[in-house]
């Protein structure tokens, strides 16, 4: 007998998945809570190299069904999701992808489908790069100091250069310009 499947993923702890599993249940699938694969993890990460969805991997059998909200969710590089897919089409699972009005990713109609859409997703995510990457070389070229800005000013600096030339430890200026110890120390080796 086949079994329902839900993988759910998110990428930071801030997030849920309270909405996949809530959309996968408005779609019509009952998925029991221990088929159900929840996982906090970026999606640059191979799916492969994720812990919960390899335990997954381990526990597909043939005509199982895996469904996925959104093909995102299986991951963000073209290559891998289609890696993915092929791995368990491979296993006999079949994949839903609930955007695609649940198409099954692992049909050659899905296989279509899946390859334009990651195609155009990881193309998109590449202009945003290039965007970003621009931006910062604009900056840079216009003077801009780029980074976190500086716990210090020079002249709390030169007065924790004092304080230590002076004897002092580098854990009690650190506790009275609420720095970490090791920027104290980095001052106090600094030659400037």
Do not use: W
Request: charge should be positive; hydrophobic fraction near 40%.
């Amino acid at each position: 007998m086949s079994r329902t499947f839900l993988y759910a993923r998110v990428s930071t702890a801030e997030q849920t998945t309270d909405n996949q599993l809530l959309e996968a249940r408005s779609a019509g699938f009952t998925i029991l809570p221990r088929h159900t694969v929840e996982e906090t993890i970026s999606g640059s990460v191979p799916a492969a190299e994720r812990p919960g969805f390899s335990k997954l991997l381990d526990r597909l059998d043939e005509g199982d069904k895996l469904i996925v909200t959104k093909l995102d969710r299986l991951g963000r590089n073209t290559t891998d999701v289609l890696t993915t897919v092929e791995r368990l089409a491979a296993l006999g699972a079949h994949v839903h992808c609930l955007a695609l009005k649940g198409v099954d990713l692992t049909s050659a109609s899905g296989k279509l489908h899946m390859t334009v859409l990651a195609a155009v997703s990881q193309f998109e995510r590449d202009l945003l790069i290039e965007r970003t990457h621009a931006g910062l070389a604009r900056a840079k070229a216009e003077g801009k100091k780029l980074g976190r800005r500086e716990a210090l000013n020079d002249e709390q600096k030169e007065a924790i250069k004092r304080r230590i030339a002076g004897g002092e430890t580098a854990r009690s200026v650190a506790k009275v310009y609420g720095v970490s110890h090791p920027t104290i120390l980095k001052l106090g080796k600094s030659k400037n």
